[in-house]
């Protein structure tokens, strides 16, 4: 990661994915007045020690709408077995964005769109500038995004030991390219967003499909060779051959979804760092506001004091 900091760094941040780990990684703190506020610390905390770590020129935050997206009109069971957020959480997204926006920290949400799909798209178009993309993110299906531009880390232990995620090490977690991770979830569906895949396809079988073939596409191009060579799988897939095509497109992050931003609304030149000091002061932060010059610097230009602190594994 020290040679990329020598580059120019756009953080694009989940702000939908990261805002839930937060809460679960928080014990549940309050204002004086009872308002919930263990996720807004947590979420800051990690935001800033990012900022830190990475020197980003540019930052961005996406958010899911609550509104039904295109892949709940693809598959109406999408995402449906997920409980009701707890009721100290919503309001809690209200807050963070409240700050953000005082903060002059850009926040991207669109209706019919995850926060995958502005990340998605706004990390292609970074790309074509030159730019080094962090994608921070807890979302696995991020990970389709990983190129020699485009790398993601991921919290694996409460908000502050996290995982990076290059090409290389999709690689050798999964063992595949991260071009091919959406072809994994074809095969394999995913619980979380409760859609099925090839039923009696684990990642084994998946991955191994995926480095003879490549593709779901080619898969069943080549069905009849790999009955020859494994009938009860040929079988399995022919019969799920719509699931898998379904998981296909519900797994699938665009990168060219349509909606309008400006690069220079991300620029963290851009950043009010008095607004941000009082915005987290009026919910009663007294460590956060403290972060800022660590993280600002006295001049409000990202300081490189504390780099280091964030574990990678």
Same mark, same amino acid.
């Given at each position: 990661?020290?040679?990329?900091?020598?580059?120019?760094?756009?953080?694009?941040?989940?702000?939908?994915?990261?805002?839930?780990?937060?809460?679960?990684?928080?014990?549940?703190?309050?204002?004086?007045?009872?308002?919930?506020?263990?996720?807004?610390?947590?979420?800051?905390?990690?935001?800033? +020690?990012?900022?830190?770590?990475?020197?980003?020129?540019?930052?961005?935050?996406?958010?899911?709408?609550?509104?039904?997206?295109?892949? +709940?009109?693809?598959?109406?069971?999408?995402?449906?077995?997920?409980?009701?957020?707890?009721?100290?959480?919503?309001?809690?997204?209200?807050?963070?964005?409240?700050?953000?926006?005082?903060?002059?920290?850009?926040?991207?949400?669109?209706?019919?769109?995850?926060?995958?799909?502005?990340?998605?798209?706004?990390?292609?178009?970074?790309?074509?500038?030159?730019?080094?993309?962090?994608?921070?993110?807890?979302?696995?299906?991020?990970?389709?995004?990983?190129?020699?531009?485009?790398?993601?880390?991921?919290?694996?232990?409460?908000?502050?030991?996290?995982?990076?995620?290059?090409?290389?090490?999709?690689?050798?977690?999964?063992?595949?390219?991260?071009?091919?991770?959406?072809?994994?979830?074809?095969?394999?569906?995913?619980?979380?967003?409760?859609?099925?895949?090839?039923?009696?396809?684990?990642?084994?079988?998946?991955?191994?499909?995926?480095?003879?073939?490549?593709?779901?596409?080619?898969?069943?191009?080549?069905?009849?060779?790999?009955? &020859?060579?494994?009938?009860?799988?040929?079988?399995?897939?022919?019969?799920?051959?719509?699931?898998?095509?379904?998981?296909?497109?519900?797994?699938?992050?665009?990168?060219?979804?349509?909606?309008?931003?400006?690069?220079?609304?991300?620029?963290?030149?851009?950043?009010?760092?008095?607004?941000?000091?009082? &915005?987290?002061?009026?919910?009663?932060?007294?460590?956060?506001?403290?972060?800022?010059?660590?993280?600002?610097?006295?001049?409000?230009?990202?300081?490189?004091?504390?780099?280091?602190?964030?574990?990678?594994?």
């Amino acid at each position: 990661m020290e040679q990329d900091l020598k580059k120019e760094i756009f953080m694009l941040v989940d702000g939908s994915a990261i805002v839930h780990r937060a809460f679960h990684a928080m014990p549940p703190l309050t204002s004086s007045d009872g308002t919930p506020t263990g996720a807004v610390q947590g979420f800051f905390s990690m935001i800033l +020690k990012m900022m830190q770590q990475l020197h980003p020129q540019h930052v961005a935050v996406a958010f899911d709408r609550p509104v039904p997206n295109f892949r +709940k009109e693809l598959f109406k069971g999408y995402q449906a077995q997920r409980p009701q957020a707890d009721a100290s959480l919503s309001p809690q997204f209200g807050i963070i964005q409240d700050i953000l926006v005082k903060a002059k920290l850009p926040i991207y949400s669109v209706d019919g769109l995850e926060a995958d799909d502005i990340i998605g798209t706004i990390a292609e178009k970074a790309k074509e500038t030159g730019h080094l993309v962090y994608i921070i993110t807890g979302d696995r299906d991020m990970l389709q995004l990983v190129n020699g531009k485009t790398k993601v880390l991921a919290p694996i232990k409460g908000i502050s030991e996290m995982t990076l995620f290059d090409a290389e090490k999709v690689r050798e977690k999964y063992g595949i390219n991260s071009t091919e991770f959406v072809e994994m979830k074809a095969l394999m569906g995913d619980a979380s967003d409760n859609y099925p895949g090839v039923a009696g396809v684990g990642p084994k079988t998946a991955s191994t499909l995926i480095n003879e073939y490549k593709t779901i596409d080619n898969i069943y191009k080549n069905i009849e060779k790999l009955k &020859a060579k494994n009938p009860k799988l040929a079988q399995k897939l022919i019969d799920n051959e719509s699931n898998a095509r379904l998981a296909h497109q519900l797994a699938t992050i665009l990168t060219d979804a349509p909606f309008e931003y400006d690069f220079a609304d991300c620029d963290v030149k851009n950043l009010d760092i008095a607004a941000f000091r009082k &915005a987290l002061e009026e919910y009663e932060f007294t460590t956060l506001p403290k972060r800022l010059d660590e993280v600002f610097g006295k001049d409000n230009a990202i300081s490189n004091n504390g780099r280091g602190q964030m574990k990678l594994l």
